[in-house]
């Protein structure tokens, strides 16, 4: 799909790789682009179409799903992080937090507009994932489990919109320079960079985008021994 004169949805579009997002779009001549975001008051992006959403919420979900009746790509870049492990005090309740984000709120966007994306003949859906899909380390368990569901959940959606022509493609990013990275010393790929390569993936109708080293160095280590807390150092 060439997103040129295309109708675009991107939720979580008030800042990094949404708002990155948005702006490629605009500039590779998308014909609408609603951007979403839970206060459109932060949307401050000239050339869109505002849209209060917040994806937790199933009414607010619905409320979207009709005022975007038109779209023939959805970006489901709207997450959640917050860093801590697995046993830590307050663990229980941060997962659950980051599943009802990443993992079921694209859940339930999907299901509001498969609907909508079949009307127009199918269309394309791009989930952001995470190398973290593949991968659970010490400050990200509860992150890296909702991806893990996130990821699942993607396959599935492939599979079963696979009838109704609609296209599903998953990114997996490594650590990208946004403020959800702030403070981390890594190698980070910047938003830009990620936009581009997941376009370029539905353009050349791509399932899966490994956006740098780690994410393929990290698939590539799944079937081995340990997979999935190995460490590249």
Request: glycine content about 8%.
């Amino acid at each position: 799909m060439d997103v040129s004169g295309k109708t675009v949805l991107v939720t979580g579009s008030n800042r990094g790789l949404g708002r990155a997002f948005v702006a490629a779009l605009l500039e590779a001549g998308a014909g609408k682009v609603y951007a979403a975001a839970r206060d459109v008051k932060s949307l401050n992006i000239p050339g869109v179409i505002p849209v209060e959403l917040d994806i937790t919420d199933a009414a607010s979900v619905a409320r979207a799903s009709t005022t975007c009746a038109d779209i023939d790509l959805l970006i489901n870049n709207a997450g959640f992080l917050q860093y801590g492990p697995l046993l830590a005090d307050d663990s229980i309740t941060s997962i659950r937090e980051h599943l009802e984000i990443n993992t079921v709120g694209t859940l339930r966007m999907a299901r509001a507009f498969a609907p909508v994306l079949s009307k127009q003949g199918g269309g394309a859906m791009i989930n952001i994932l995470s190398v973290l899909s593949w991968l659970n380390i010490d400050e990200s368990g509860p992150y890296s489990a909702s991806k893990a569901a996130q990821w699942s959940v993607t396959n599935g959606l492939r599979n079963e919109l696979r009838s109704q022509k609609t296209f599903v493609i998953g990114v997996h990013p490594g650590y990208i320079d946004t403020d959800m990275a702030a403070g981390i010393e890594a190698q980070k790929t910047s938003p830009d960079t990620v936009v581009q390569m997941a376009l370029e993936a539905l353009r050349e109708h791509r399932e899966e985008v490994l956006i740098d080293d780690a994410g393929r160095w990290v698939k590539s280590t799944l079937s081995e021994v340990n997979a999935g807390y190995l460490s590249p150092t």
